[in-house]
């Protein structure tokens, strides 16, 4: 089984950046999809983010695009997403999630999930 953690959350003011890291245990191969979607009270999970293990196929959710990177580094087993001009409504907990096949936009497609991290951003 993969195990994810996430860490980098913070409360921040709009405009500022915070960079996320999902730290990865167990066999990632390159036929791995990496996402991160993100959370807030009473709304769905949506898709913010996603990457092969490899780097390819990398896509990003339009409210995010121009704003946020997402990357990993091999050697380290990490995926990262760095979050620029932080907005309001990008106020949610994040997660980083792998499934056994190519990224996909629809957080039900994804088979292991970390614990998540909190990302406020304030007015």
């Known amino acids: 089984q993969v195990q994810l953690v996430e860490s980098g959350g913070g409360l921040v003011q709009a405009g500022g950046s915070l960079r996320l890291s999902c730290a990865a245990s167990?066999?990632?191969?390159?036929?791995?999809?990496l996402g991160w979607f993100r959370q807030a009270p009473g709304k769905e999970r949506e898709f913010v983010a996603g990457?092969?293990?490899?780097?390819?196929?990398?896509s990003y959710a339009d409210p995010v695009k121009g704003r946020f990177t997402i990357s990993r580094d091999n050697a380290k087993n990490t995926v990262y997403l760095q979050m620029n001009g932080l907005k309001p409504e990008d106020t949610a907990v994040y997660y980083c999630?792998?499934?056994?096949?190519?990224?996909?936009?629809?957080?039900?497609?994804?088979?292991?999930w970390g614990q998540g991290t909190q990302v406020t951003v304030s007015s």
């Open positions: 990457i092969r293990w490899s780097g390819g196929s990398i």
């Open positions: 999630a792998i499934r056994d096949g190519i990224p996909s936009l629809h957080y039900r497609d994804y088979e292991y």
């Open positions: 167990g066999r990632i191969t390159i036929w791995h999809g």
